[in-house]
């Protein structure tokens, strides 16, 4: 027995027509009679008189009928009361971001949503691209800013926001740090520095990529997998490596960055948003029209 099966009942109770009380419960008379003897037999007990003309309730339909009323009023009251407290609960913004985003996108995209809901609680994750996604699944993150991956979820909505530019991040006394751009031609035999593909793909591609597109091979100095890593390998001596421009903004003792110039083919590192589909959260839905009203303002220095 459950909570829909004692409405059902109550409606029948108070209808004693089975046509009426299925238009009412939007279903079919024969389901809505199916539906009620299954209560009778779980009970083990008549609680309708049924007769070709008419429905009559007996002596224990309608004590039953009394009972099942207080039991649907008192959940009703329950769930209300629940659901009042999960909506003042929401005011939290759960927020994943890979770290470039979490360097160079949010810091104003918060800015502006603070500006407009001061009391916001948000929470900030920062990950990859590969462990933010099944938190978003899970319901743990509200909205994530991430590579897009290649397969997407059919629950989740993904939306492009931009593609992020490079720079060459060499050691401190490089041969290059003069150069206030460089190309392929100006690093193509360096040794590189490059992340494992199987946790971030796109940073893989763009660096094979880049070597690709000037007609050379990269000679892989080292792999490694976080951001620090890397350009600690970097300061060290041990190599270069292309990163996204936030990067620069990063504390990075022995690390230059140098810019990239323009190259055919090669578009840089995709960021997107992903969150869930038919999403009614309302800080979540402003936050992405934020983004979208300000998107070339919010995008221009990555």
Known sequence: MDINQLRCFAVLGDELHFGRAARKLEMMPASLSRFIKLLEEELGIRLLNRSTRNVSLTPEGAAFLNEAKAVIADFDALRLRFRKTALLQKRTLRIGAIDSAARGLLPELIHLFVRRFPDADIHITEDKTHSLIPRLLSGWLDVIFVRPPEHVDVTLTTRFITNETCVLAVPA???????SEVSIDDFRNEPVIVPERRTRPHSYDLTMNVFKAGGCVPVIAQYAEEKQTILSFVAAGLGIALVPSSYKNMNADGVKYLALSPMKNVD??????????GNNNIYVNA????????????????
């Open 268 to 277: 840089g590192l995709p960021l997107s948003a992903m969150w869930h589909q």
């Open 287 to 302: 936050l992405l029209d934020m983004l979208s009203d300000n998107i070339e303002k919010l995008t221009y220095n990555l």
């Open 173 to 179: 006394h490089h041969r290059l740090v003069s150069h």
